[in-house]
């Protein structure tokens, strides 16, 4: 009896040990398949805009910093071309020293769409950089909330982490946030982090319009008040937001919050 016992045991410990295998065998293959997809895709966006700026020098421009924009169609060089690939597409954001290089998707009629889905609609656990529904990234709206899962191998939004400490701050506090249209920098000026729990915490995702400037004012008080530091900055009303969002594990349901205003 023992024996069998003993035998039945075994056999249960490998089992789940091949299960287990089996699943972060696939983990890393998603991981690996999404990592190439989304460096094809820069690579487009940086030869086009390579291209574009070498043709800006060529002619004699001396502004030569950005590419230059397109006319005809509108979009800027390689996001027209990624684009065409997905036009769920609405934009790209990009953070020196990390691995966010990334489309941004939106789908307002489904706004979870790209939750756990990637690039090319398939289902993925790392899902994808996606943009609050509600809000109009082209006008743009005063704030726009951006999503992207928290992954232990440090991809997606995994690096907005770093910035509970003002250490990162100090080295790098840009956000490169391109709509398919326009070029834009924004800095951080809040990081915090709040429960997303119904009726507890900071909906900082439904602020996307403020009715008047007092309510703009406040959103932005309420920013640097939960923030973990002081960075010296307070966006003005007219100014231009972004909160990149990712989960938080200290608290429940919690969320880490990167709040940043445009300056170019």
Not at 160 to 180: C, H, P, V
Not at 222 to 246: H, M, V
Request: hydrophobic fraction near 35%; include cysteine.
């Amino acid at each position: 009896m023992k024996k069998t016992l003993f035998t039945v045991t075994v056999l249960l410990l490998v089992a789940a040990f091949g299960i287990s295998a089996f699943m972060v065998g696939n983990y890393l293959l998603d991981g690996k398949k999404q990592a190439d997809r989304m460096d094809e895709l820069s690579q487009v966006v940086s030869e086009a805009q390579t291209e574009t700026t070498t043709e800006a020098t060529t002619e004699g421009t001396t502004e030569a910093t950005q590419p230059k924009e397109t006319t005809a169609p509108g979009m800027l060089p390689g996001y027209k071309e990624i684009y065409e690939q997905n036009n769920d597409t609405v934009g790209w954001i990009k953070m020196e020293g990390t691995k966010i290089n990334y489309p941004v998707m939106q789908t307002p009629d489904d706004p979870n769409y790209y939750l756990y889905r990637d690039f090319d609609k398939k289902d993925s656990k790392r899902g994808s950089i996606y943009a609050w529904g509600e809000a109009d990234i082209n006008k743009p709206s005063d704030n726009i909330t951006l999503f992207g899962h928290h992954m232990a191998d440090g991809s997606m939004f995994a690096a907005l982490n770093q910035y509970t400490s003002k250490d990162a701050w100090d080295k790098n506090n840009l956000i490169f946030f391109d709509t398919l249209n326009e070029y834009h920098t924004y800095k951080i000026f809040a990081v915090f982090k709040t429960s997303a729990n119904v009726g507890e915490g900071f909906s900082y995702h439904k602020f996307v319009d403020a009715a008047n400037e007092k309510e703009f004012n406040d959103f932005v008080s309420t920013c640097k008040k939960l923030s973990f530091y002081d960075t010296g900055i307070t966006p003005a009303y007219g100014d231009k937001l972004i909160c990149l969002s990712t989960c938080e594990y200290t608290l429940d349901n919690g969320r880490l919050v990167v709040a940043a205003v445009r300056i170019t």
